[in-house]
């Protein structure tokens, strides 16, 4: 079974920090992983998503990276805003089945 | 307004009642899922449908059952059954064809009393 896990649980930092956040999983057999936001109460926003051939994708101040063999992904965040906090999940996608299995999160704070 | 909606926002079950959480979506989307998340857990798999009139039990179906008689809904029942159903449920959607991601829809809380 896979297994996804976050480290650290939670994050502090003051604005203008880069963010790293933290992802591995036990089976590198992956169909792609894929990171989300969620604020307080609310759905999931997906942020990036890559594929098992892909070794990084970008969108503005995100990047994510993933290492299949070692089973790792490292989603940055450069330039932090009080707006970041949130919580980051990240999630696995083991087959073409389309179903993922997803880590704990790890919550944000960017402290103005 | 193309989403995913989830109604009601927050609901309240007294035990040994069912409940049906709605979700809709108007995206058009093949696949349908329902997640539950607790408090510092992933969000695990209750159910999921791929097509209409089709689905499959997820990780934690025991207590749940769910039906997908249209494209564009797919409500999910918290039986009796289900031992521990406070939690805050999710539903997602996906084009169900090719690597993408899976949309979410708000969120129900739902609190046994």
């Known amino acids: 079974k896979q297994e996804v896990t976050q480290i650290p649980a939670a994050l502090s930092v003051p604005e203008g920090e880069n963010l790293v956040l933290n992802c591995s999983f036990t089976d590198s057999a992956i169909y792609n992983l894929q990171w989300f936001r969620q604020d307080p109460g609310k759905g999931l926003t997906s942020l990036l998503l890559i594929q098992s051939s892909q070794r990084e994708q970008t969108s503005g101040r995100l990047n994510a990276s993933l290492d299949k063999s070692s089973g790792r992904s490292t989603l940055y965040i450069a330039a932090s805003q009080p707006g970041d906090s949130a919580t980051y999940l990240c999630?696995?996608?083991?087959?073409?089945?389309?179903?993922?299995?997803f880590g704990a999160g790890t919550t944000v704070t960017v402290r103005a | 307004d193309g989403g995913i909606t989830q109604s009601p926002k927050y609901l309240f079950r007294k035990e040994g009642q069912n409940v049906t959480l709605s979700c809709e979506q108007n995206?058009?989307?093949?696949?349908m899922y329902w997640y539950r998340q607790d408090p510092g857990q992933g969000l695990r798999l209750i159910y999921y449908?791929?097509?209409?009139?089709?689905?499959q039990k997820g990780d934690i179906a025991e207590g749940y059952s769910v039906s997908r008689e249209k494209k564009e809904s797919f409500p999910l029942t918290v039986t009796s059954a289900q031992k521990n159903p406070t939690a805050f449920y999710l539903c997602?959607?996906?084009?169900?064809?090719?690597?993408?991601?899976?949309?979410f829809g708000p969120g129900t809380r739902l609190t046994v009393l």
């Open positions: 997602a959607s996906s084009p169900g064809t090719g690597p993408d991601t899976q949309y």
């Open positions: 999630a696995v996608e083991k087959g073409n089945d389309y179903k993922l299995s």
């Open positions: 449908s791929q097509i209409v009139n089709d689905f």
């Open positions: 995206l058009n989307h093949d696949a």
